[in-house]
């Protein structure tokens, strides 16, 4: 049993997981592996903060953060590109911006968007 079997089904998502990312030796942003699903997983939204003070554009690009709470067992790792479906409100795309923290109920991600 896990702690996401309590949250209504409505809750639950599937993400797509690739990573990760790095620069190849032309400074190419990629990704290696194919992509893994993970199932049954529940994404909290976190804050949204407006960086910076200086610049207009700067201002104008908050940063969202969300955590991502995955069942025991999942393979994610910082640097990893999250996929979320656009049926959820949280949908696109997600780096892993540290360590996911392990707790007995599965790992705590968490993730940003710019």
Do not use: K
């Amino acid at each position: 049993m896990s702690i996401i079997d309590a949250f209504p089904r409505s809750w639950v998502v599937d993400v797509q997981v690739t990573g990760p990312t790095h620069r190849n030796a032309d400074g190419y942003l990629t990704t290696t592996g194919d992509p893994v699903t993970i199932e049954g997983c529940l994404l909290a939204p976190g804050s949204s903060d407006a960086i910076g003070v200086t610049s207009r554009a700067t201002v104008e690009a908050p940063d969202d953060t969300a955590t991502l709470y995955t069942p025991p067992g999942a393979r994610i790792r910082q640097r990893d590109t999250v996929t979320v479906p656009t049926t959820h409100t949280l949908a696109g795309r997600w780096t892993v911006e540290a360590t996911p923290a392990p707790y007995p109920l599965g790992l705590a991600v968490p993730l940003a968007r710019r």
